[in-house]
């Protein structure tokens, strides 16, 4: 018989469910309530916050840090479910700070987000209509990226900025495998264009949990802890994102299967 198979997982099937719902008529009921709930697993819980399952909440790394630079993230689609993701965090624990996802935007909306004057309450008093000049975290990669665009001026951000300076600018950062971060930098000219910010001699990396990711490669969260010390020149300030981080890091450690 060619069902066999499908015939035993029927078979198991019903037994687990049997197992599941047993068959205890309610008194003075006649008919059971419908098995339905008993076939679809249980819903896991979401928390509204960090949007992680409830038994991997991220949320009390959280340790709110408010930066002179605003930062934009921006996060490649594939990025959003990615448990090991430190964005998400990095978004939470930065107040101002705002998070987009996509590969591809629409013009209009990149202009937006990239220029756009942020209404942040705390900063409206003394930034007025001060414009914000989006810079790119990102190292410059030759032969790699098609001709920048004339109009930018100069690649790089002349570092060292400092908090004046810093208080001018909006830090635009990737959320991306380096692979797709350079396809999202070809499939927007309007990032390509923007002046750059690298990373002057980035620490190790801390973050052990994702494969593939040399001691080198800062994960998002690093990367812009990094750039906002290097900006902002206060180490200091960003400690308690550091230590966010580390617990975060922990934690995720702890979910990966003993081997
Ligand atoms: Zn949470």
Not at 180 to 189: A, D, G, Q, T, V
Not at 221 to 241: N, R, S, V
Request: aromatic fraction near 4%; glycine fraction near 4%; hydrophobic fraction near 35%.
């Amino acid at each position: 018989m060619k069902n066999d198979r499908s015939m035993v997982g029927a078979g198991l099937a019903s037994r687990r469910m049997r197992r599941q719902a047993p068959k205890r008529a309610p008194m003075n009921r006649k008919e059971a309530p419908p098995i339905m709930t008993e076939s679809v697993p249980p819903r896991r819980s979401t928390c509204e916050r960090c949007r992680r399952p409830q038994s991997a909440c991220i949320c009390h790394w959280i340790s709110p840090v408010s930066s002179i630079a605003e930062v934009l993230i921006l996060q490649h689609p594939l990025e959003t479910s990615q448990a090991k993701g430190s964005a998400r965090l990095l978004h939470l624990c930065l107040p101002g700070c705002r998070l987009a996802v996509g590969e591809a935007f629409e013009e209009a909306e990149l202009a937006n987000l990239l220029h756009e004057p942020w209404s942040r309450e705390d900063n409206d008093r003394d930034s007025g209509d001060m414009v914000r000049h989006p810079v790119l975290l990102y190292p410059e990669t030759p032969g790699q990226m098609a001709a920048p665009d004339p109009g930018a001026n100069g690649s790089e951000v002349a570092a060292p900025a400092g908090p004046r300076q810093a208080r001018r600018l909006r830090l635009v950062v990737l959320d991306a495998t380096w692979r797709k971060s350079r396809k999202m930098l070809y499939l927007n000219p309007a990032l390509q264009a923007l002046p750059r910010l690298a990373l002057q001699d980035p620490p190790l990396s801390r973050y052990h949990v994702r494969k593939a990711h040399l001691p080198h490669q800062l994960s998002t969260f690093e990367a812009t802890c990094q750039a906002l010390i290097q900006l902002e020149h206060d180490a200091g300030k960003y400690q308690p994102l550091q230590q966010a981080f580390d617990g975060f890091v922990s934690q995720q450690l702890n979910y990966r299967p003993a081997s």
